[in-house]
């Protein structure tokens, strides 16, 4: 299949998922199969050296199952960030879709995203979640960091780390993305804005995350002020040239 035959990717990061990615994978390849033009499902599956983590030889027989799936499986250089970038650098789409694997996003919230884009041809969609049953520890961080990103940056965004995004691949491929961490959502919401693309946001449910803790500790938190502080200071720089 050429890259140009390839109109939808979708990358699904699935880092320590093992077993529980099984049913959202065949959920997302079932409803994709019901379309009639040419996509791909990207598994995303770096691991950590040593790792006894099961989920890359998983991602890879799906592969090996299903001919629209393609898994990356590298040994990790980065945390979250590094991760989405090199599932992005992999598709070959028109259009490029990114979702957590967990569960914890609405699979048909990919295909309304998609929907919505088709119908208002915009350069991005992603959603923002209305309700959320995660928890109330992640809810007061989700919504601390989302305040200090509208006061840096202007309420341009709701939510910023929600997805799935859908994105043009003519938009992605401006976006130079360098993080590594898990300030890669703010990273293309900030660039997003600097770029003026046209974005698009619709409201979903977020479900409370199943048979796993959460990644979200406090040096995630930390990490992300800090990419925040210098993050704006560089948008700040950029926008007196």
Avoid at 35 to 45: H, R
Avoid at 154 to 175: C, M, T, W
């Amino acid at each position: 299949m050429k890259n140009d035959d390839v109109f939808f990717s979708l990358v699904i990061l699935c880092y320590r998922a093992e077993e529980s990615i099984l049913p959202f994978v065949k959920r997302v390849h079932s409803i994709m199969s019901l379309y009639n033009f040419n996509w791909e499902i990207v598994l995303v599956a770096n691991y950590l050296p040593n790792s006894t983590d099961k989920t890359p030889s998983i991602v890879k027989k799906l592969s090996d199952e299903y001919p629209h799936i393609r898994c990356v499986s590298e040994e990790k250089q980065g945390m979250m960030g590094w991760d989405l970038r090199k599932g992005l650098h992999s598709t070959r789409g028109q259009y490029i879709a990114m979702i957590d694997g967990d569960g914890q996003f609405p699979v048909e919230s990919i295909f309304a995203c998609f929907a919505r884009m088709l119908m208002d041809d915009v350069d991005l969609v992603k959603t923002f979640r209305v309700f959320r049953y995660d928890g109330f520890y992640r809810t007061v961080i989700s919504r601390g960091y989302n305040l200090i990103f509208r006061i840096l940056f202007g309420k341009h965004f709701k939510d910023v780390n929600s997805k799935p995004k859908i994105i043009k691949r003519s938009a992605y491929e401006q976006l130079d993305l360098k993080s590594a961490d898990w300030f890669i959502d703010a990273e293309i919401m900030i660039r997003a804005k600097e770029l003026k693309l046209k974005v698009a946001e619709i409201p979903i449910l977020f479900y409370a995350q199943e048979g796993r803790s959460s990644f979200i500790k406090w040096s995630a938190i930390l990490e992300f002020t800090k990419n925040l502080h210098f993050a704006f200071k560089k948008h700040r720089l950029a926008n007196k040239d």
